[in-house]
């Protein structure tokens, strides 16, 4: 019989690493996809995959089912770790170096926008309903279709279309607000 994702992470909680290979097995190529899209980077996402796994299996006593889903945790795991991956690896790039050459203003310019608009994304998100919420970040930064989306949550493929549809109109009007 099948687990469903609440009872994996019960079983992770008393040291059954049957369930954390389960678990991986569902999650694995996702929580890769969203690793890799953030840290662009296969190796580097392969461990920060590898670290929300291990701290999933260190902390699944903790985890509150009534405070929301097993699958969005472990994704929201392996989203942190790849930041502290970014913020690791960019703490290291900017050691200061003698002698190399400063970027012109351009890239910089670029670079600031693209982080201001990320922020107002990420602000925009922040405003949706949990359904609508958890429908986008699950395509768009769990890499999944629609119809993956739909089995992994249980609910009907139209039921994910009109929540995906619903949740980008609300970006769209609330990111031209912002600007």
Known sequence: MRRDDDQLLAAMAGGDEAALA??????????????VRILRDPALAEDAVQ?????????????????????????????????????????????????????SGDSTDETAEIREERRAVQAALAELGEAE??????????????SEIAERL???????????????????????ERR
């Open 22 to 35: 389960e678990l991986y097995d569902r999650y694995g190529r996702s929580a890769y996809a969203l690793a």
């Open 133 to 146: 919420r958890e429908a986008l970040e699950l395509a768009y930064y769990g890499g999944l279709s629609q």
């Open 154 to 176: 249980g609910v009907p493929l139209g039921t994910i279309k009109s929540r995906m549809f619903g949740g980008l109109a609300k970006l769209r009007d609330a990111l031209a």
């Open 51 to 103: 670290d929300a796994f291990l701290a999933a299996w260190r902390t699944a006593a903790a985890f509150d089912p009534k405070r929301g889903k097993a699958s969005t945790w472990l994704i929201t795991l392996v989203h942190r770790r790849s930041v502290d991956v970014v913020r690791r690896e960019d703490r290291r790039r900017a050691a200061p170096l003698d002698d190399v050459p400063v970027p």
